[in-house]
């Protein structure tokens, strides 16, 4: 069986700190209207900070694995990558429209 690894969109709302490499602050909304926020480095979310340097919010990706599916959403892990919400929340339950898929 392959794993299916997946970008999540999101959008960078906040500079955190502009000190190499930046920290941004991400939020994704989930299948529910909730939103859920990110604080990492802006390589984890973009490999091209110069369009976060325009204007904020921004989109951006998180690197995500599909582990399953409940109902009409899907239910992804940013575990596998290191990232995790604020409050510590690594699952998520997302419309498949949010995803970029690919296999590996």
């Avoid at 921004?58 to 399953?68: M, Q």
């Amino acid at each position: 069986m392959t794993a299916e690894e997946a970008h999540l969109r999101c959008e960078a709302v906040s500079w955190i700190s502009h000190d190499f490499p930046g920290w941004v602050r991400v939020r994704l909304v989930d299948v529910n209207s909730t939103s859920w926020y990110f604080v990492d480095k802006v390589p984890v979310f973009t490999a091209d900070k110069s369009h976060l340097e325009a204007r904020l919010p921004a989109p951006v990706h998180i690197l995500c694995s599909i582990v399953g599916r409940d109902g009409e959403a899907l239910v992804v892990s940013t575990a596998p990558y290191g990232v995790e919400a604020e409050d510590g929340q690594r699952l998520f339950r997302v419309h498949p429209s949010q995803l970029d898929r690919q296999t590996v």
